[in-house]
């Protein structure tokens, strides 16, 4: 499936998406998970804590079927998902597993500005957001050098999103 289509099916079934949100999406599905980890076990810990607190997130559903399904392939280009954390230990699965797929792909996975650069002139020409509005929130970020950021306020209570962006060869 090709980044439009990707990003399309998000804004269906995530209608309040942001442009914070739809960048988000192109920074994890270019980059990866967006730096190296040094500390293992700040991560274990930040891993169960949002088990812990993670709750039922959103139970509503679209056309396109439920809100959170277990994987959500961010680019077929780089291989790069999310495993949505609700339907992941619902299904049984060890999170210590995916905690070692999370931390490697932080170490081992090397993103490209180029890639994200081309992501987001293909959500340009979704035509979902103004293209101004566009030029206006990435010209910051290019300043930067791209920084990772936040889920907007809106979609954090929305949906409640609850997951680790892994590297596909890793998880399994």
Known sequence: MNFEAILASHLARYPAMQL??????????????EHAIRDPESARNWLTRELAEMGDGCRATSRHGFLEPLLDPLSDETGIIRVHLRPYVASGSDPTRLLDAFIRTANEFHGDTQTLETY????????????????EFIQPMRAKNYPAVHHSPKYERLYRPAYRVVWKRYYG
Do not use: C, T
Request: no cysteine; glycine share 6%.
């Open 20 to 33: 914070a949100d739809v960048y988000k999406l192109i920074h994890q599905a270019s980059m990866g998970s």
């Open 120 to 135: 987001w002139r293909a959500a340009i020409n979704l035509g979902r957001f103004p293209a101004v509005e566009m030029d």
